[in-house]
């Protein structure tokens, strides 16, 4: 898809064994059974997965494909290149997986690599505190 000002983009997708395209579920909706408003709680999760629910800032922030497929990404634009390629995709949609805790982790990894206030620390302290993080995640599980 296209920032505004209309840059087209390559989609590189992730491939999977079976020949298709594996997509990312970075954020879901769920209410739990024991909660004590569930239709309140219904009603907030029914209005996210509206199309203005969609078009929000809190969804705007979790920076992926809205469920409407009308509703544009937050942040991008369309163009026809852009439109064809996401349509390709799409269809190459075979399998599905839920970014787990660890990816979560390597993700702050990398922030933390890439942030401005720790550029004077030694990369293999940073390192080292992520995975260390990752490996107690591991151990619990």
Not at 32 to 45: D, G, H, Y
Not at 60 to 86: I, R, T, Y
Not at 104 to 126: G, H, K, T, Y
Request: glycine share 6%.
């Amino acid at each position: 898809m296209s920032m505004s000002g209309g840059v087209d983009y390559w989609l590189v997708p992730r491939y999977n064994t079976e020949g298709g395209i594996t997509a990312t579920i970075g954020a879901f909706a769920a209410i739990n059974r024991s909660t004590k408003l569930p239709e309140q709680s219904f009603k907030v999760v029914e209005n996210l997965f509206t199309v203005n629910g969609q078009k929000s800032e809190l969804l705007k922030q979790l920076n992926g494909q809205p469920v409407h497929m009308d509703v544009p990404c937050a942040g991008w634009g369309s163009s026809e290149w852009n439109d064809s390629q996401f349509a390709a995709l799409l269809e190459q949609i075979n399998a599905a997986v839920f970014r787990t805790p660890v990816e979560q982790e390597f993700d702050r990894l990398m922030d933390s690599v890439n942030s401005p206030e720790n550029e004077d620390r030694p990369l293999a302290d940073i390192v080292h505190e992520h995975y260390m993080k990752m490996q107690m995640m591991l151990a619990e599980s």
